[in-house]
């Protein structure tokens, strides 16, 4: 479930700052994998449980519905992703 990176993101700081409390830094580059880390903003495809993680501690990014995985649906109500699609405008 962990590798499941089926949920398209829009990264936040909050977001990222919880991330990294939970031993998954994702902001600090990392050049020998050609890593350049990320930042509020940038769009990521996020483990489903790492969502739902974020999810239940109220910490969950927006989701972009159209570019997350249909499979992610076991493991998160469409309604919750509803909640928390990003919109452009």
């Known amino acids: 479930m ?6 398209c993101a829009v990264m936040t700081d909050d977001f990222l700052n919880f991330s990294r409390s939970r031993g998954n830094d994702l902001s600090t580059p990392m050049p020998m994998y050609d890593f350049p880390g990320l ?9 489903v449980m790492r969502w739902v993680e974020a999810y239940q501690a109220n910490m969950a990014p927006r989701v972009v519905l159209e570019a997350t ?21």
């Open 39 to 47: 930042q509020a903003g940038d769009r990521w495809c996020l483990c």
């Open 2 to 7: 962990w590798g499941l990176h089926t949920v």
């Open 69 to 89: 995985h249909i499979s992610a649906l076991e493991f998160i109500d469409l309604e919750d992703l509803k909640r928390h699609e990003f919109t452009s405008s």
